[in-house]
């Protein structure tokens, strides 16, 4: 054999040698089913407790919560649905990963954890909402849908290319799910599916068998129905979206169409928005779901509400429509569970349930996200792991999106990137918390100007205290979340809290840092005064 033969030969083989043994490092590995969905707040789940448990709105979701362990204080890093997918992805910041605002598109030539899994022997699928615009990488397998996706016949984009699946789009997304698991898995591999929800983002249309939930009553109203943020920074005062005054009577709660409406000569605000949703349905599913609402919306013309009566009718659709999504969410996660279970799987297999973000209902008197107020900094985390979550167990310690990158990686027994700034959630999966386990976390929210209106901020919370940065604005806001946990009193000018007000600062410098978040933090009073000028 000549030299440069040999050496060609010893190159192959050690690339080889290199290949298997990071394909080695999965065998034995668990499975990962990754649940996830879109806008679920903890508080519309009956295990995380709160005023909607009374009508048992997750079951499915509970019975996993006592299968395994529930994070009580789960947080994002950035309340929006694409940046909260992007830190989840890559284990980093909004800042570093790029994807700060729902406005940008994902770079996905960065290290993710799905690549690092399929590289040390995983195989991977997404299945469901992407929306990070750039076709996913990482993965053995992916049918997503398109954009923020539509709740009736969804459109999916996969390797194929582009298709359009009857029927709504959770029981869709789940049967695809069950599907992959059935067909397409590598028996001879671990696995790791991430099974994504549209379900229950905006528009909150349920599937038409879940119409009739909650008909019949009324649900309880959150004690901040009615908030006039007095004691809020002025931010909040300019925010768009109030139930009362932002929440669209037809695009959002599905109230007939003017008659005789056309698109066309309609005012921007209501041909966009109120056209799209009904123009999804085929002739029979429109047919079905005009006869639910039928009776509904006669007795609510003929009430003529207004004022704080008008709010809570609007409140009551808009809850009562968004438990109903989730009803069908609760539904897919009984029904993969049940699958796996069937399948001789449950044993080896993670099953997580979480959402990218939390939600006002009706919290604040808003619907949305992106403040770093709790319903929306807040995340659900349930993990059901056999043998190590500890059956209904509940961690009190804090954890971020940030964290499930290097989570999956240390499960799939694979090293993460130093780069990587969150920190593996399994010793507290196991039961143990780390002498240094984190006693705070960072959140950072960049889309200003933007849908909503909300300001940027940046903030450190910890189990008890949250200190939040209006840095444009100049503004602050702190809050003690014992005595104070919907957050009304703002004490940031109260002198008996000044030293820990002093402390906090420190501590939301020393993770900018520590984050090495380098954003533009400097005033900007001209926009503000512009804005508030616009206002009055
Ligand atoms: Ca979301």
């Not at 004691?231 to 929440?247: L, S």
């Not at 123009?279 to 009776?295: E, G, V």
Request: aromatic letters at 12%.
């Amino acid at each position: 054999m000549r030299y440069s033969a040999l050496c060609f030969l010893i190159v192959c083989l050690a690339f080889t040698t290199k290949d298997s043994v990071a394909e080695d490092a999965a065998v034995g590995s668990p499975n990962i089913v990754f649940i996830f969905s879109d806008d679920h707040a903890q508080h519309a789940i009956g295990a995380y407790g709160g005023i909607l448990k009374e009508v048992n709105p997750t079951p499915n979701i509970d019975a996993l919560a006592r299968r395994g362990l529930m994070f009580q204080n789960s947080f994002c890093t950035n309340s929006i649905c694409g940046p909260s997918r992007a830190v989840i992805l890559t284990g980093l910041h909004s800042h570093k990963n790029g994807f700060m605002t729902n406005r940008d598109d994902f770079d996905g030539s960065q290290t993710t954890f799905p690549k690092l899994l399929r590289k040390s022997g995983y195989q991977t699928a997404v299945i469901g909402k992407w929306h990070l615009k750039s076709e996913p990488q990482g993965f053995d397998y992916w049918d997503v849908l398109r954009g923020q996706g539509d709740y009736y016949n969804p459109v999916f984009l996969s390797a194929k290319g582009k298709e359009t699946v009857e029927g709504h789009c959770t029981d869709v997304v789940t049967d695809k799910a069950i599907d992959w698991l059935s067909k397409s898995r590598d028996n001879g591999k671990p696995f790791m599916l991430m099974c994504q929800h549209k379900a229950p983002h905006r528009t909150w249309m349920p599937a038409i068998r879940h119409l009739d939930l909650y008909a019949d009553k009324d649900l309880p109203e959150p004690d901040t129905l009615f908030d006039k943020w007095e004691d809020n920074a002025p931010g909040a005062k300019h925010q768009e979206m109030e139930i009362d005054r932002h929440m669209h009577m037809n695009y959002d709660l599905h109230l007939p169409l003017p008659e005789g409406f056309d698109p066309k000569t309609a005012p921007p605000s209501l041909s966009k928005a109120a056209f799209r949703n009904m123009n999804k349905f085929t002739d029979a599913q429109r047919k079905l779901w005009d006869a639910k609402w039928k009776s509904r919306n006669d007795s609510f013309a003929n009430a003529d509400l207004t004022g704080q009566d008008l709010v809570r009718w609007k409140y009551q659709r808009y809850v009562k429509n968004y438990l109903r999504c989730i009803k069908g969410v609760d539904e897919s996660v009984g029904r993969i569970v049940e699958w796996l279970d069937e399948n001789n799987l449950s044993e080896n297999t993670i099953v997580i349930y979480a959402s990218d973000q939390g939600f006002y209902l009706g919290d604040h008197g808003w619907y949305d996200k992106r403040w770093m107020y709790d319903e929306s900094m807040k995340m659900p985390l349930i993990v059901s792991w056999p043998g190590v979550t500890k059956p209904g167990s509940v961690s009190n310690d804090l954890v971020q999106n940030l964290d499930y990158a290097q989570t999956f990686l240390e499960i799939a027994n694979s090293e993460a990137p130093e780069s990587m700034q969150g920190r593996s959630l399994v010793s507290l999966l196991k039961g143990e918390t780390p002498e240094d386990w984190r006693d705070s976390v960072y959140y950072h929210y960049h889309e200003y100007p933007g849908a909503h209106s909300v300001p940027k901020h940046c903030g450190v919370r910890t189990k008890d205290l949250k200190l939040i940065q209006f840095y444009e604005f100049g503004e602050w806001e702190f809050y003690d979340l014992n005595s104070d946990p919907d957050e009304q009193n703002n004490i940031y000018t109260d002198p008996k809290y000044a030293d820990r007000i002093a402390a906090m600062k420190v501590e939301l410098n020393r993770l900018r840092n520590h984050y090495e978040d380098d954003s533009d933090f400097s005033e900007k009073p001209e926009s503000w005064q512009k804005e508030k000028r616009a206002d009055q």
